[in-house]
């Protein structure tokens, strides 16, 4: 088993034991916790930093005063209502149900955030060795190799599709990757 699977296997394991010991509820609320926060600056941040340039004097501190007040504000109160929940959950009679979805959804985190971690390695190893027929052996022969560049290869091709408006019913693309040297499909370039 290669370093490069030793990583990735850790992360999976990392990702859904803290998932079990959050517990769905928690993990799930937090996530939504991030999406608010990110919808309270798209929303607020212009009002909010015309309020604060006045105390602060400046447009561009008050521009980033405004961004770390709405994300951060939205973001602990957030998590502070997830950790509350989760705990409620995981001592009520839906504990056990609750940390095996939540074991789940760790797992999935995991994957989704490995499956980046391919993708910025194989675009920067392909940006410097030449493309996908000259990827090192250590990541070609990897065992999790198959799995992460299908899942990344899915996320861009679902983003292309979001990018061209055909939405998430849309059909792939057929130059999204090309074969590898050992006939595994290799990068994720258009």
Do not use: C
Not at 50 to 71: K, N, S, V
């Amino acid at each position: 088993m290669a370093a490069f699977d030793v990583i990735v296997l850790f992360m999976f394991g990392t990702g859904a034991v803290m998932g079990g010991l959050r517990g769905f509820v928690q993990e799930s609320l937090s996530l939504i916790a991030w999406v608010m926060a990110v919808i309270a600056v798209r929303v607020g941040h212009g009002a909010t930093a015309d309020l604060l340039t006045p105390m602060i004097g400046t447009r561009t501190g008050a521009a980033a005063g405004a961004f770390l007040l709405l994300f951060a504000g939205t973001f602990m109160l957030g998590r502070l209502l997830a950790r509350s929940l989760g705990a409620r959950t995981r001592q009520s009679l839906l504990g056990p149900f609750d940390r095996a979805l939540g074991f789940g959804f760790g797992f999935l985190k995991a994957l989704l955030a490995a499956s980046l971690m391919f993708l910025v390695l194989a675009f920067a190893v392909d940006l410097f060795e030449g493309g996908p027929r000259q990827r090192p052996a250590w990541l070609r022969d990897a065992r999790t190799y198959p799995l992460l560049n299908a899942t990344s290869r899915a996320m861009v091709d679902y983003l292309h599709r979001q990018r061209d408006g055909a939405g998430a019913g849309g059909g792939g693309t057929d130059d999204a990757a090309a074969d590898g040297p050992d006939g595994r499909a290799g990068t994720l370039r258009r």
